[in-house]
């Protein structure tokens, strides 16, 4: 079966540090990954996505995220930490062959401390 | 570039009523897929259409359902609204249909059932 488990719902890290959130997928077909941002009372933004290209991902506002098959794993990171960065953010795999809806972990929310 | 739209952003409804959301997709974009997103099962996909007809459907009753006009256009629709029914929804649009093309998401239409 696809999933994707993002592994901490809740992250808080100072403004200016490294911002790490986890996400390991599971897929018996090369996947797809996404990571998108939601903000309060608004849809779904896409950071950035893996379609097979560059394993090193880079995406919109500096975030960039690195596909491991190895570990399973599309981890999204960023070096420096605003303030404009807390928000939901959502792991979705999908296929590369076959049905393409987007399979989505169940968040893990950001919190920047000033 | 307009985005996705969605109409309307809030609706209140009572239990057993039906509701029709709408999904206007990004300018030459043909595949609309939709999404539920509820606090206890987080997003979960809904349906796709492409060209007019359903590519791909999710886990859901045959309480929900969908269809495409030929201007892309979407349509979802809630029959026998149920208490649990309350979420956001999430149109998102795409090129075509191939995760490939990625997807592009809407603000939402939250319903809420009382």
């Known amino acids: 079966a696809q999933s994707v488990t993002q592994l901490g719902s809740h992250v808080s890290v100072s403004e200016g540090a490294l911002v790490l959130l986890r996400c390991n997928y599971s897929s018996s077909v090369p996947p797809y990954l996404f990571w998108y941002v939601q903000y309060p009372n608004q849809g779904l933004q896409l950071l950035l996505k893996?379609?097979?290209?560059?394993?090193l991902v880079k995406g919109i506002n500096g975030f960039e995220a690195e596909f491991k098959k190895s570990e399973t794993s599309f981890h999204l990171t960023k070096p420096s930490a605003h303030m404009r960065d807390a928000a939901e953010y959502f792991c979705?795999?999908?296929?590369?062959?076959?049905?393409?809806?987007?399979?989505f972990g169940t968040g893990t929310r950001l919190t920047v401390i000033p | 570039k307009a985005g996705v739209t969605q109409t309307p952003r809030y609706l209140i409804k009572t239990r057993g009523q039906q509701v029709t959301l709408s999904c206007s997709p990004i300018?030459?974009?043909?595949?609309v897929s939709w999404y539920q997103q509820t606090p206890g099962q987080g997003l979960q996909f809904l349906f796709e259409?492409?060209?007019?007809?359903?590519?791909n459907k999710g886990n859901f009753p045959g309480r929900f359902s969908g269809r495409q006009f030929s201007n892309s256009r979407s349509e979802m629709n809630v029959s026998t609204l149920e208490l649990g029914d309350s979420a956001l929804y999430l149109c998102?649009?795409?090129?075509?249909?191939?995760?490939?093309?990625?997807?592009?998401f809407g603000s939402g239409t939250r319903l809420t059932v009382v």
């Open positions: 259409y492409f060209s007019e007809t359903q590519r």
């Open positions: 979705a795999v999908t296929f590369q062959t076959g049905a393409n809806n987007l399979f």
């Open positions: 998102a649009s795409s090129l075509s249909t191939g995760a490939n093309y990625g997807y592009t």
């Open positions: 300018s030459g974009h043909r595949s």
């Open positions: 893996y379609t097979s290209a560059a394993t």
